[in-house]
Every structure is written in C-alpha cells, then in structure tokens.
C-alpha cells in the first residue's frame, strides 16, 4: 500500500456579493508555505537567510444568472447581465521591517485560444527521350623482335653467357559519334491557404510598478472584443464598429454572445512569492497579507424597432469596482510545518535549541525567542525566561534560565489529520 500523503494549506472560500448584496460569484484561493533557508542573502556578515516560499492558487468562479436552459428553441430578442470582463488583482503586504519579498513567477501571462487552416495541391510531369549513333574503326599493328646470344669455355675456365632483346607495338584508331537529345516538360502548382484567429475569450495580466501584485484581465473577445470597445457616447449605450454590430445583430437576428458568456466563466490563476527575513527578525515577523481585489462588468445587447429591421443597442453595468473581496493574513511559519505522522524518536519533531536555527534567539524581556525543528514538524513560539546565548554554537540549557524570570514557551505543530495543535509550558 503507498504511503498516505498530506499537504498543509489555507483554503478560504469566499462569496462575491455585488451591490444589492446577491451573489453573483466565488473566490477560492488555496496558499501553501514552505520553509527553507536561502543562502543568496543580503545580510550584512549572515550567510544564510530564513525565506518562504508562498504558492497561491485562485479560481474566480462567476455566475450568468440568465443562462439559457434550452427549454425551447424560439428566437430571441435580447441577453442581458452576461460577464464580458474581469480584474482579479492580488496584492501581497507585510508590515514588518525586517521581512522583504519579491513576485516569482506568476500564470497565465497572456491566454487566448486560435484557429489556423491552410492546403496546398501541385501537380508535374516530365518527358524526355535520347538517341545516340557510333560509327569508327580500329586498327592494330604489333612488330617484335628479339636476339640472344651465349659463349662457353671448356676445362678449367669457366663459361658464360649474354644475350639482347627489342619489341615495339603501333596501334592505330579512327572513331567517329553522334548524339542527339530531346526533352520535354510541364508542371503546374496551385496553392491556397487561409488563417483565421476566433478568440472567445482571453487572459492579459500585468504587474503593478513594484513587480509583486499581479493582475489578471478575462475579457470576451469574440464575438464583441469588450476590452477593445467599451466607449461610450454618454449614454448607457457602448459604440461599437459595424463589423462588430453584425456579429451581434444582422437586422432580423440577434446573436448571443460567446459560450463562456452565456454560461457564467470558471478561471484559475497562479502566483508564487518569496519571503525572505533579511537581517534579524522581530516578534512579529514572519506574517503576510494578501489582498484580493476584483472589477466585474456585465454586458447585455437587445434588437428595438422593426421585427424586419432591427437596431442594435448595447450596454455594460459593473458589479464591482477595485472592490475589495477578501484580506488573508498568513503565518508563514506555521503553514510551512509538516504533519508529524507517527510518533517515536524517528519523527524528527525536536528541537535542539542551537542558536543558529533560532528565529528569534533568546534575549532580555521582552524577548520572545522562536525556532523550527529541522524536520520543519514542530514550532516553538512565544518562548521567554532565558538569557542570550554566548556562541552560534551553543544550547539552551538550564544555566540559561533568567533569574526572577520564569521560563516557557508555546510549541505548534500539525498533526496527520492534518489539523494543527498547540500547547505552551
């Protein structure tokens, strides 16, 4: 059997509620924390850096109160309250001096969809033929000649022998040719292509001047692109092209807008932020907050006049304007714990006290010292009565307790269900 798996996160799920206080939306964000320690510090003779790491996951869900069931097929005359925009701005904040942070990587950056077609045909042939004639004689002539000779003596001389030899060759060749070629070809190639962009709805997000609040616009782009033509004459009603207006009304029908209009839009975006403790931390650092912020309008189109000749008239209302929808405050150190699964020496859930693992080190009241396990399983919090230590090197211990200052401190950790407990001694 695998082993069971926990993840630790705040999940907050928030209603949006427009301006007659009705529902119309909901906002669902997870963040998940997690500890470690960054060794790219700043700190003036630090080496490393106590740094989170914060993952956040919202789903901005909006409702189209009037979509269409299909409980008949009659033509209609008009859509009205549909979403066609959206800002989901998200904007981090801690108000500790010591704890900076910086936006990591956020998506989607930019989100559309396409359609592309295109076809090619070709044809060719090819004809060629060759003749070709030799016409010659060849004639050959060898003379060789050859002499040889020898001469001996008899008795006790000794005898020898010489000899000589010659060859020739004569070779005569009268050749003639004749070539003759001919060749012919054809070929014809017709092409024919076609690309077509059908964008029903799209992502654009940006960042504020700082680079660490994102914001995300989804806006209808087919088949009236809001982001483009939302200008007004004065009125309520919004000028848009004549090639848009067709889309939308032909003078005998009126055309509901994209798919994701009619039936409300489900969209998840994703961030990831570093906090970093640079320099020594205070009591009360190592928090964040997390402002949500959406801008919400709706668009509705109609025909008026003549059944026969129809004119259109278009509209936008907002529900929510830079309307703040929720404010999460996190506690870094304590999303970041890890649930203790079993218990026993071996579940890493202790703490030795050395200075350099402190968060807060122990120091003279009002001083409160913390520190994390090196499993990240345990947090010691709000712990008080003991006098600072010497070297980076040494553990609390009993000699350490603050004379008239009695000694205690809260312990967190998250346990495999995986709600978190606590407790103070």
Partial sequence: MAAARYANALVQYTPI??????????????????????????????????????????????????????????????????????????????????????????SPKTLNAAVSTSQNQGTNSTNSSSVQHTTGSSTSVTNTWEVSGSLGFFGGDPTGSIGGGYSSSTTHTDEQSLSHSTGTEAGSNRGASSSMSIKDWASYAFLDKGKVAPSWVWGQEYPWNVINYRSSSGSSSIDLPPFVQTLLCDGKYVYPPSHIAQFGLDFVAHAKWIFYVDGTAGSDDEVANFNHVLTYWTGSHSGVGDPNNLTLKVSMAPLALNEAIETLQLNLPCLALHPIMSAGPGNGAVVGFVKSEFIVAPGAAPVQFRLTSAATNLYV???????????????????????GSPASFCCASSSSTPRSSSACI
């Fill in 17 to 106: 509620l427009g301006r007659d206080k009705t529902q119309f939306g909901v906002l669902l964000s997870e963040y998940q924390v997690s500890e470690y320690w960054d060794v790219r510090t700043t700190a003036a003779g630090s080496m490393r850096m106590r740094a989170y790491l914060v993952a956040m996951q919202q789903r901005l869900t909006l409702c189209n109160a009037k979509a269409d069931g299909f409980g008949g097929l009659s033509a209609a005359r008009d859509y009205n309250d549909y979403p066609v925009m959206a800002v989901q701005k998200v904007v981090p904040a801690s108000s500790a001096s010591g704890v900076k942070f910086y936006l990591e990587d956020y």
């Fill in 381 to 403: 919090s709000k712990g008080t009565g003991f006098a600072p230590l010497k070297g980076n090197d040494s553990v609390l211990v009993a000699e350490n307790i603050a004379v």
